[in-house]
T-cell receptor, first 112, second 113 residues
Framework: EAQVTQNPRYLITVTGKKLTVTCSQN?????MSWYRQDPGLGLRQIYY???????DKGDVPEGYKVSRKEKRNFPLILESPSPNQTSLYFC???????????FGDGTRLSIL | GDSVTQMEGPVTLSEEAFLTINCTYT??????LFWYVQYPGEGLQLLLK?????DKGSNKGFEATYRKETTSFHLEKGSVQVSDSAVYFC????????????FGQGTELSVKP
C-alpha cells in the first residue's frame, strides 16, 4: 500500500529539548515536503527536497532542519524547540512537480 | 507571490443541500490546482485536481473547474451527506517551485441530518 509514515503521531515535550520527527515514503517519490498546520493559516511549507541531498527552505523554515540522505526518508529536526513551534505537522511526497502530494497522518507537537 | 484565497467557514448545511466553496488564486504561469479534504483527526486526502485551464476535476460527487479568466477553482457538490463533514483546502502548485503546495486557509463544512 502506498503511504507516507510519520512518527511519532503525538509528542509533548519541553522547550530546548531536541526532537526529530521521522517521515518515510514507499512510493519512490522524488519530492518530499514538510508543512505545519495552524488554525486560520492553512498549511505552510517548512522545507522541501527535490532529491537525495537536495533540500531547500520553504516559507517558514526558522527553527527547523531537515536532511535527505536516502530517497525514502525526510526527517524534520527541531534542535531547540520553542512554544511557537506547537503545531500539527505533515510530511508529504510526490513524484514530480505539479502532481498531487501524498500526505502522512500528521504529528501533533506540543512544546511546553 | 502565489496565493490562494478560499471562503471562510464554518459552513453549515442540511443533508442533500447544494454546496459551493469558493476558491480564487493568484499565480504566475499556469499552476496545477487541487482540492484536499481533511476528516477529523486525519491527514489530507486529495479530493480532485485540474492541471490546465477549463479542466474539470471530479470525485465522489464533487466537481471543480479550472477557470483561468476568473482565476477560480470553486468546489461544488449537488447533494451533501453527513459524511462530507470535514475541512476542505484549495491549493495550487506552481512551476519550478520544488513541488510546493500553496494552501488556502481551509473551510470547515458541517452537514446536519
Amino acid at each position: 500500500e502506498a503511504q507516507v509514515t510519520q512518527n511519532p503521531r503525538y509528542l509533548i515535550t519541553v522547550t530546548g529539548k531536541k526532537l526529530t520527527v521521522t517521515c518515510s515514503q514507499n512510493m519512490n517519490h522524488e519530492y518530499m515536503s514538510w508543512y505545519r498546520q495552524d488554525p486560520g493559516l492553512g498549511l505552510r511549507q517548512i522545507y522541501y527536497s527535490m532529491n537525495v541531498e537536495v533540500t531547500d527552505k520553504g516559507d517558514v523554515p526558522e527553527g527547523y532542519k531537515v536532511s535527505r540522505k536516502e530517497k525514502r526518508n525526510f526527517p524534520l529536526i527541531l534542535e531547540s524547540p520553542s512554544p511557537n513551534q506547537t503545531s500539527l505537522y505533515f510530511c508529504a511526497s510526490s513524484d514530480r512537480e505539479g502532481q498531487p502530494q501524498h500526505f502522512g497522518d500528521g504529528t501533533r507537537l506540543s512544546i511546553l | 507571490g502565489d496565493s490562494v484565497t478560499q471562503m471562510e467557514g464554518p459552513v453549515t448545511l442540511s443533508e442533500e443541500a447544494f454546496l459551493t466553496i469558493n476558491c480564487t488564486y493568484t499565480a504566475t504561469g499556469y499552476p496545477s490546482l487541487f482540492w484536499y479534504v481533511q476528516y477529523p483527526g486525519e491527514g489530507l486526502q486529495l479530493l480532485l485536481k485540474a492541471t490546465k485551464a477549463d479542466d474539470k476535476g471530479s470525485n465522489k460527487g464533487f466537481e471543480a473547474t479550472y477557470r483561468k479568466e476568473t482565476t477560480s477553482f470553486h468546489l461544488e457538490k449537488g447533494s451533501v451527506q453527513v459524511s462530507d463533514s470535514a475541512v476542505y483546502f484549495c491549493a495550487l502548485s506552481g512551476y519550478n517551485q520544488g513541488g510546493k503546495l500553496i494552501f488556502g486557509q481551509g473551510t470547515e463544512l458541517s452537514v446536519k441530518p
